[in-house]
Each structure stands twice: as structure tokens, then as C-alpha cells.
């Protein structure tokens, strides 16, 4: 399992419309706003031969409203 992390810049005005489409993309475990030069801040669990580029484009930067996207990849978690 991949996690990825991606901050979401949405046009003005649009980010809770943006989060409300997020949540229901598959693989998107979580959404949160944020403050700073992104809107949304994304926690994404992806299969380890999903790749991160296509899930990206392809299911985040087309949702309505985004404007850019940032992508963090983890490499491992601590607890």
C-alpha cells in the first residue's frame, strides 16, 4: 500500500465543492482544509501498482474547481 499526500489549490470560492467531490474518489481517505498556498490538504491510500501520476491526473486534477495540485509521497509511517 502507497500513501500519498496532496494539496489541492482550487479556484476562488469553489474549495468546499472541491472537498465535497474529493471525498468520494476512490482512494481518498481523507480531506482536510488548510491554511497556506493549497486549499485542501488530501490523505490518499493507493495500491502498491496503482501509479501516482495517473491516479493524480486523472482523478484529482480533473475534479471541478481544481487549480493545482502538489504531490507528497510518504515513505513510511511511525506510530
Known amino acids: 500500500m502507497q500513501t500519498i499526500f496532496v494539496q489541492v489549490k482550487c479556484e476562488l470560492g469553489q ?6 467531490a474529493a471525498v468520494e474518489v476512490e482512494r481518498v ?3 482536510h482544509s488548510t491554511s497556506g498556498s493549497y486549499d485542501l490538504m488530501l490523505t ?7 501509479d501516482v501520476g495517473h491516479f493524480v491526473t486523472q482523478q484529482i486534477q ?3 474547481g481544481v ?6 509521497i510518504a515513505f513510511k509511517a511511525f506510530s
Open 44 to 50: 490518499c491510500y493507493l495500491e502498491d501498482d496503482t
Open 67 to 72: 487549480r493545482d495540485t502538489y504531490t507528497i
Open 15 to 20: 474549495s468546499y465543492d472541491v472537498a465535497a
Open 29 to 31: 481517505s481523507e480531506v
Open 62 to 64: 480533473t475534479l471541478p
